[in-house]
């Protein structure tokens, strides 16, 4: 069947420009996370999503940051008035339940490469 | 806190080389722990995971034994092909978090030449 999905693939933007990062996750998969691969941090956790409730977004790095789940499907992740220090992969993973369940595993998507000039 | 340290790489090796990968972790409850791997131009793909002490998880000719009295979850292969060529990330998930958001390791980047 069909993986997580994002869009776009890449997205180069101006210093002070919004973006809208979007995510598809797996069918049934009610839970959904966010993360960022930066050369400088490696892979951090931002939010986590159950249903369209967003339980977990301590990872978020600013108020700039922000997400949304709609349907218990999609996901886009905004980020407002981008900085240089946004430029990372931004990842979405997908589970069948996720919460207290550690033993499930997350699907990732390809990520999509965020360049801020 | 908690926390995930993988040994620094690259790490090069010929073909038909054994590999081990060392990864400790720091975690408050009992976690789950995972091994991802990332090939080149491709996304993050599960390799094999454990979910208790004394498991052995194991994908693809890749083994780890979650070792509770050493905090490790080293990643071994007897005999590493070209195509192992990637980056790989040990990872845990705690359930005390009440989210299952996993927390990754800096990444080991691994050669293997032919």
């Known amino acids: 069947g069909a993986g997580v999905s994002q869009s776009p693939s890449n997205k180069v933007t101006e210093k002070g420009k919004d973006v809208e990062l979007r995510c598809d996750p797996i069918?049934?998969?009610?839970?959904l996370y966010w993360y960022r691969q930066s050369l400088g941090q490696g892979l951090e956790f931002l939010i986590y999503f159950q249903g369209n409730s967003a339980p977990d977004k301590s990872g978020l790095p600013s108020d700039r940051f922000s997400a949304e789940r709609t349907g218990g499907s999609v996901s886009t992740l905004t980020i407002q008035r981008t900085q240089q220090e946004d430029s990372a992969v931004y990842l979405c993973?997908?589970?069948?339940?996720?919460?207290?369940?550690?033993?499930?595993?997350?699907?990732f998507g390809p990520g999509t490469r965020l360049l801020v000039l | 806190g908690d926390s995930v340290t993988q040994m620094e790489g690259p790490v090069t090796l010929s073909e038909e080389a054994f590999l081990t990968i060392n990864c400790t972790y720091t975690?408050?409850?009992?976690?789950?722990l995972f091994w991802y791997v990332q090939y080149p131009g491709e996304g993050l793909q599960l390799l094999l995971k454990?979910?208790?002490?004394?498991d052995k998880g194991s994908n693809k000719g890749f083994e780890a034994t979650y070792r509770k009295e050493t905090t490790s979850f080293h990643l071994e292969k007897g005999s590493v092909q070209v195509s192992d060529s990637a980056v790989y990330f040990c990872?845990?998930?705690?359930?005390?978090?009440?989210?299952?958001?996993?927390?990754f390791g800096q990444g080991t980047t691994l050669q293997v030449k032919p």
């Open positions: 990872a845990l998930s705690l359930g005390s978090s009440n989210t299952g958001k996993l927390i």
């Open positions: 975690a408050t409850g009992y976690p789950s």
């Open positions: 454990a979910t208790k002490a004394d």
């Open positions: 069918s049934g998969h009610t839970a």
């Open positions: 993973a997908s589970s069948l339940v996720g919460g207290a369940n550690t033993r499930e595993t997350q699907y």
